[in-house]
């Protein structure tokens, strides 16, 4: 046996390599090697440094390989690369990618299916703009010429293929499996080094590779005829499928952790969902039960979704003007009347914030871009920071964010100038649906994408130059999209019954300058007598970055400065901190009060509602991203000691705020007054159950009994936003009046006043404003001075019924 020939001598960088893979194709890669030769020759030059093939033999055991070694000592541009054994496809263009010069990397079939020919048509494709970095053949582009079909059983698996593939890998792309593709050089060869599969699946790793790069690919059309001796058997798309599996593993896992991590964070709520409380909820998660319980009565009863009369008697409640969270109400109607708005509250913190989690991965993976575990860190920092797990234990409004990342990637997407139509509705789409999810966090995404964008223009103004024409042309699709789709409801609630114009928060709503390095009250770390001071209640807590990971993201920014997104990422970070200072800025531990930015915002429209210390949430996906890149250069950095040293810092900063499982404490039981149904006689169909003291934001244990009656009464008082006063500004709870009052005051300590005719004439026409039916006081402290306060104001001793004092007021 003749010795092998010396390895040939690496010849430089050229314009073009062409990867041929190649198993039993002694008869036909003579001839397809030499029109692809004659092909080059003429398109490209004959010199050495204008192309190269190379041929890979995937372990032939016939000739195949003898075929190429004739060809390369016919022409030195042709270099034949062995495998030991046949392994695949994908392990063959991976070794062929692996020794390829090319600045361009072209893969073809040996079979020639798509004449090299169509090679002009790619080259044209990459040569446009804006610039793809990638053109593949698409047997499926409606401008394709199929000369020769294959048999129907083929063509109807080769359908059914690629509907599954773009359905859960690459969406978008008709046809991934056409052996005919152009890439850029460097970037083909990052990917298949990148790759793991060995099968057909490869293409499918390659594209979704670029996918998550953020590297634009384009289909082009191509002349293709059908092949007799295809390697492709049935078998081998069930093969396909193992592949795609595995492709898709990866993700899934990062997927399972978020889940994980909900619900371990929820664990003692699920643990006890008939009994248990979230501690730190004050009164939202009754508030937030109700919702969920109001909407689906309302939907099961075909009534109107954004209003009710349950509430707030006689003028009910505009629950467009509050957070239902209609695009998760609605259709969890069914989930709801099933198991209880307790199981469907629990169940929407819980898969809510680990979808946050997983688009803020997905997002990162496309465009920062990061590996796979550095992108699941930044969006597990991203859906479980601080503030949102402060947020956690109250508002799902502030914790199902998985929207607002798929919005960034449409509005990035548009930046692109590819698809502008479609991504426009996508967007316009996506934005309808984020209103009737929570409009707050949408304005401060909002503001948080504007600033980012001024900072992306300001630091490079040429791509800027180039992506305001279709993003500009996209926002306008989306705007023509989403507003009829939100108007009426917009409509209803800014001008519909018992809409408001602005909600008062008090002068403290901005966060002090310390809270943004301190720890949260459920951090690792945290120390809840701390957090509590400096925020306006444990669900407030809306910065608690801690110092160390602060530290960190400033650190990261002077590592990557050179980067345009990461200036843009710390400026947004910057100016959402300032932000959330509030109007006036107290300096700690002095006197010292300075204006701050947010006075700027603070009585512009829609602004005059928000709770400004909520801007400094904007950080936690910025934190996140920064995270995501120092990770994905850590773990890209040569030294050992380096790479242990910065992994170090990481965790540093990311253990002290690691969220702690959320406390539960046990409810306060439902009288059995109602349970037992005993109010029926009490209170009649128009009138309305008072209980003592009314429902209000610090008490609202009476919506629980309502929920627990299915909605049989209506209630005075309540826990809503609504209007108040002639101006109609927006107030927690009703409208107070004098008997409310009363009865509040004395309820948490107050003397009880000397009742004459005005106070029983006051308690009278409030009575009558409420349309009451029956004053119902359980047992709770203080009760005895209630009874008698209001025995004297109702001129009438209560009758006792089961664990309750009732006083029927309402016409006999």
Not at 178 to 185: A, I, N, P, R
Request: charged fraction near 20%.
């Amino acid at each position: 046996m003749p010795a092998p020939a010396a390895p040939r001598p690496w010849l430089g960088p050229v314009a073009l390599s062409v990867v041929v893979p190649a198993f039993c194709e002694e008869d036909r890669l003579g001839p397809s090697l030499e029109r692809i030769r004659a092909h080059l020759d003429q398109r490209l030059g004959t010199g050495p440094a204008d192309w190269e093939v190379i041929v890979v033999d995937d372990g032939s055991p016939d000739g195949t390989a003898a075929v190429a070694r004739a060809a390369a000592a016919a022409d030195p541009r042709i270099r034949l690369v062995r495998s030991d054994r046949n392994r695949g496809k994908g392990h063959a263009l991976r070794l062929g990618v692996a020794a390829s010069a090319g600045r361009r990397v072209l893969l073809t079939d040996a079979d020639l299916a798509t004449p090299v020919e169509e090679l002009d048509r790619l080259e044209k494709t990459l040569a446009q703009e804006p610039a793809s970095w990638a053109a593949i053949g698409s047997r499926a582009h409606p401008d394709s010429l199929i000369e020769r079909h294959q048999s129907a059983l083929r063509e109807l698996l080769g359908r059914t293929g690629n509907r599954l593939i773009r359905a859960v890998a690459v969406p978008g792309v008709r046809d991934t499996q056409c052996g005919f593709k152009l890439f850029d050089g460097d970037r083909a060869r990052a990917a298949f080094a990148a790759s793991r599969l060995d099968g057909w699946a490869i293409d499918v790793e390659i594209l979704q590779y670029f996918r998550t790069q953020g590297w634009p690919v384009a289909e082009v059309p191509v002349r293709w005829a059908h092949q007799e001796g295809s390697k492709i058997r049935p078998a081998d798309y069930l093969r396909v499928l193992g592949d795609l599996a595995r492709l898709k593993a990866g993700g899934l896992a990062v997927a399972a952790l978020y889940l994980l991590g909900a619900v371990l964070l929820y664990h003692r709520l699920w643990s006890d969902l008939g009994g248990g409380y979230l501690r730190d909820a004050m009164q939202d998660q009754n508030q937030w039960e109700w919702f969920f319980a109001v909407t689906a009565d309302n939907v099961s009863h075909l009534r109107n979704p954004l209003f009710t009369l349950f509430q707030g008697a006689p003028d009910g409640v505009n629950l467009m003007g509050n957070t239902v969270m209609l695009g998760l109400s609605v259709p969890l109607t069914p989930v709801t009347l099933a198991f209880g708005p307790t199981f469907t509250l629990a169940l929407v913190f819980t898969l809510g914030i680990a979808a946050t989690a997983w688009t803020w991965y997905r997002l990162m993976r496309r465009w920062l871009p990061a590996g796979r575990g550095p992108a699941a860190v930044g969006g597990a920092l991203a859906a479980f920071a601080p503030p949102m797990v402060s947020h956690a234990t109250a508002h799902p409004n502030f914790v199902v964010l998985f929207v607002l990342p798929l919005i960034i990637d449409r509005a990035l997407r548009l930046c692109t100038g590819r698809n502008v139509v479609r991504d426009g509705v996508i967007l316009g789409l996506l934005s309808a649906y984020q209103v009737f999810l929570g409009e707050e966090p949408f304005l401060l995404a909002a503001v948080g994408m504007l600033v980012f964008a001024a900072g992306y223009a300001a630091f490079d103004r040429e791509r800027a130059r180039v992506s305001w024409r279709p993003l500009g042309r996209g926002l306008a699709i989306g705007a023509a999209v989403a507003v009829p789709l939100v108007a009426f409801p917009l409509w209803w609630q800014f001008f519909g019954p018992q809409s408001y114009h602005s909600v008062l928060h008090g002068d403290n709503a901005g966060n002090s300058p310390r809270a943004l390095i301190e720890y949260a009250g459920r951090s690792l770390f945290g120390d809840e007598k701390t957090a509590e001071r400096l925020s306006m209640n444990p669900t407030e807590q809306n910065a608690f970055y801690g110092w160390p990971l602060l530290a960190l993201g400033g650190a990261v920014t002077v590592w990557l400065w050179r980067r345009t997104a990461v200036r843009a990422l710390a400026l947004t970070a910057v100016a959402a901190a300032l932000l959330s200072l509030g109007p006036l800025v107290r300096v700690p531990h002095t006197d010292v009060v300075l204006p701050g930015p947010w006075a700027l915002l603070a009585e512009a429209p829609l602004f005059e509602s928000v709770i400004e210390g909520r801007v400094a949430m904007i950080c936690a996906p910025v934190l996140g991203m920064l995270l995501a890149l120092a990770l994905d250069r850590i773990l890209r950095l040569r030294g050992r000691d380096q790479r242990v040293l910065g992994l170090l810092a990481v965790a540093a900063a990311l253990v002290p705020v690691l969220p702690t499982p959320l406390p539960v404490r046990d409810r306060a039981p439902v009288p059995e007054f109602v349970t037992s149904g005993a109010w029926k006689p009490y209170v009649k169909e128009g009138e309305t159950l008072v209980p003592v003291p009314l429902p209000d934001p610090a008490g609202a244990d009476a919506l629980h009994w309502q929920v627990e009656a299915d909605f049989g009464f209506r209630l005075a008082g309540g826990y809503f936003n609504g209007p108040w006063g002639p101006e109609r500004i927006g107030i927690y709870g009703a409208a107070p009046r004098h008997l409310s009052n009363l009865l509040r005051d004395v309820r948490y300590g107050a003397d009880l006043p000397e009742i004459g005719p005005q106070w029983r004439e006051q308690a009278r026409q409030d009575l009558a404003h409420w349309k009451a039916g029956a004053v119902v006081l359980p047992d709770q402290d203080r009760a005895d001075e209630l009874r008698v306060l209001l025995t004297e104001l109702l001129g009438a001793e209560p009758a006792r019924v089961a664990d309750v004092w009732v006083w029927r007021v309402g016409p006999t």
